[in-house]
């Protein structure tokens, strides 16, 4: 089993949907998630972080998160064609090193 | 804004061949790192440091080695290239505190030949 999972899309929506992102991670001991945003020839950058369970929203991006299910997700309310990218799922590891594992991520492509 | 800038955009280089990719960051951040990308396989982490002298190997450190003399700057060493190591390479470093904020470089795309 992969340490973080995503579907790799891609993930095809309307202009104006919402777009859901899922991952589902291994590690019980996470206790912080991170969303990286990678465009498509460029290097990622932190959208969003979620530390506790329940939803945290931001402008049109909620993250979710269920520690117990061990499963996080993103929404993207009124995608725009500008937010075609890819998604990186991105749980902190409970060493104490402290390091980011990052999923595949999920390619999301908003269709005008 | 900060800056982490990474010399070279696209480098080839020849099996054997030793190549050093560098990483300079302008916001006095502690933290940096050492990702490869590959596609299907996503990032994965090479070294990191959190102090001047200091490294820890990540995930994939097999063929690899790197420097941090000074706080701003971090080398990743390929001793002896090797035709699996060709790849995206991307730095990344982080604030004190905050080691899960990266800020990345714009990587550099080496093809070992």
């Known amino acids: 089993q992969k340490e973080v999972e995503q579907n790799s899309g891609p993930l095809s929506v309307p202009e104006g949907a919402i777009a859901s992102l899922n991952c589902t991670y291994s590690?019980?001991?996470?206790?912080?998630f991170f969303w990286y945003r990678q465009y498509s020839g460029k290097s990622p950058e932190l959208i969003m972080f979620?530390?506790?369970?329940g939803d945290k929203e931001d402008g049109r991006f909620t993250a979710q998160l269920n520690k117990a299910s061990q499963y996080v997700s993103l929404l993207i309310r009124d995608s725009q064609p500008s937010d075609s990218a890819t998604y990186l799922c991105?749980?902190?590891?409970?060493?104490?090193?402290?390091?980011?594992?990052f999923g595949q991520g999920t390619t999301l492509q908003v269709k005008p | 804004d900060v800056k982490v800038t990474q010399s070279s955009r696209y480098l080839v280089k020849r099996t054997g061949e030793k190549v050093f990719l560098e990483c300079v960051q302008d916001?006095?951040?502690?933290?940096m790192f050492w990702y490869r990308q590959d596609p299907g396989l996503g990032l994965r982490l090479i070294y990191f440091?959190?102090?001047?002298?200091?490294?820890e190997k990540g995930d994939i450190p097999e063929g690899y080695s790197v420097s941090r003399e000074k706080k701003e700057r971090f080398s990743l060493i390929l001793e002896s290239a090797s035709t699996n190591q060709t790849s995206m390479y991307l730095c990344?470093?982080?604030?004190?505190?905050?080691?899960?904020?990266?800020?990345f470089g714009s990587g550099t795309q080496l093809s070992v030949l």
């Open positions: 990344a470093s982080s604030p004190p505190g905050r080691r899960e904020k990266l800020f």
């Open positions: 590690d019980r001991g996470s206790q912080s």
């Open positions: 979620i530390y506790s369970n």
């Open positions: 991105a749980p902190l590891g409970s060493s104490n090193t402290g390091k980011l594992i």
């Open positions: 916001m006095d951040h502690e933290n």
């Open positions: 440091s959190y102090d001047v002298k200091m490294k």
